[in-house]
């Protein structure tokens, strides 16, 4: 009987005596059928440059490596990537990077070429990373990521929505972005405490909003959900709102990206 993915795992974190770091908010994927899907979304072919976000034992390498033209491996966890290497051998197209994706420049790594993200996120950080790689000098061609499933809700969130808030501007601000499937617990060793979510990302690789002022803009959106409940008014009183013509009456959550970049381009700081 071929062993199932739960198997293997637990046999390769027997044989090497390790468990799950809590710390580093490790829960290794167990479910084909959602690793299947983490490739179909990715769309992978033979001459994909892949960079692969947090890859643990290597299971989810082994499988990406197979389709693509070069892989890179990015882990933290310097003994999983020792582990990993080692399993891994066969694969000559799989390039091994010991650090920590929030002090990697994925431009060094990728060279110029046109390259994708996978990744399983570690989710306590996972604001972070989607900083990374949607404010990186050269934008993936494609993310694809699992999330928690209520980071991924607000990912998604329109306006009106209760999740909408200024994460969801920010990621939609930068890239076209779909949440392509839930994935329960039970997908992973170990459980983890929350459920899960695989989303997919097309950062705009120029840029789609006309803001003059990006600082200003996200000043102004996180001014705003600061104090979601008050209308614009209240929560951007420091700001010439009527040059924007833009009801003051409305609540934030009620503004799409584009009218969020209207306030900014056309609304001054009043001075006190």
């Known amino acids: ?20 770091r809590k710390r580093l908010g490790q829960h290794f994927l167990v479910d084909p059928g959602v690793l299947q899907r983490i490739i179909r979304a990715a769309d992978l072919n033979r001459d994909d440059l892949v960079v692969e976000i947090g890859s643990g034992l290597g299971v989810m390498t082994a499988e990406i490596a197979k389709l693509v033209y070069h892989l890179i491996a990015i882990e933290i966890d310097k003994e999983l990537l020792s582990i990993s290497k080692e399993i891994l051998k066969p694969f000559q197209n799989i390039t091994f990077v010991p650090n920590d994706i929030l002090k990697t420049k994925l431009h060094e790594l990728t060279l110029g070429r046109r390259y994708k993200i996978i990744g399983n996120l570690p989710y306590y950080i996972t604001a972070p990373i989607m900083e ?50 839930l994935v329960s617990k039970s997908s ?7 459920g899960s979510a695989l989303v997919v990302l097309k950062p705009y690789q120029t840029p789609k909003f006309a803001v003059k002022d990006e600082k200003k803009f996200f000043d102004i959106v996180h001014a705003a959900f600061q104090q979601r409940r008050k209308q614009l008014r209240n929560s951007l009183a420091k700001y010439q709102l009527a040059s924007a013509e833009i009801d003051q009456r409305r609540r934030p959550e009620t503004l799409s990206i584009e009218e969020f970049a209207k306030i900014s381009n056309h609304c001054a700081i009043i001075q006190s």
């Open 132 to 181: 990374k790689i949607l404010e990186a000098r050269e934008k993936p061609e494609l993310a694809v990521l699992m999330v928690q499933k209520e980071v991924a809700e607000r990912m998604v969130a329109a306006p009106g929505s209760k999740k909408y808030g200024s994460f969801s501007v920010f990621v939609q601000y930068y890239a076209e972005v779909a949440l392509n499937s």
């Open 1 to 20: 009987m071929t062993p199932t993915l739960a198997q293997i795992t637990r046999e390769l974190l027997a044989t090497y005596n390790r468990n799950p």
């Open 188 to 194: 992973f060793l170990p459980w983890p405490e929350v």
